[in-house]
């Protein structure tokens, strides 16, 4: 059973910094597509990043390009989104999620339905 438990996120003012991060408890050893959803008041989920934990393969939407990076940690079990130049329209609540996968191109068009397990979320709000 795969279970995530985000922690991180928090305030910031436009043109800050914050860091969630994702650990990925499953004793399994089977590749997953792991990424960063968020869901803004009155808006669509939509999939900010990903990252194929069998290749490193990683997708980023482009509203975040050049400013937000995913990776992980496999001695930590863990997959962190480093976010920089923050703007307001990057606040929502963010969620980590994956899915099992043997195909690393599917994590590059995963959309939010596409991921099986959920962790419970992480708010994060800028202020202009």
Excluded at 31 to 51: D, H, L, N, S, Y
Excluded at 54 to 76: H, L
């Amino acid at each position: 059973h795969l279970q995530l438990v985000e922690s991180g996120g928090g305030s910031v003012q436009t043109g800050g910094s914050l860091t969630v991060s994702c650990e990925v408890s499953d004793d399994r050893h089977i590749p997953r597509c792991v990424g960063w959803i968020r869901q803004a008041p009155g808006k669509e989920r939509e999939t900010v990043a990903t990252i194929y934990t069998g290749g490193n393969t990683t997708y980023y939407d482009d509203s975040v390009k050049g400013r937000f990076a995913i990776s992980q940690d496999n001695a930590e079990n863990t997959v962190s989104l480093q976010m920089h130049n923050l703007k307001p329209e990057d606040t929502a609540m963010y969620y980590c999620a994956a899915f099992l996968s043997s195909l690393p191109w599917v994590c590059t068009v995963a959309l939010p339905e596409k991921f099986d397990y959920w962790g419970q979320g992480t708010q994060v709000t800028v202020s202009s």
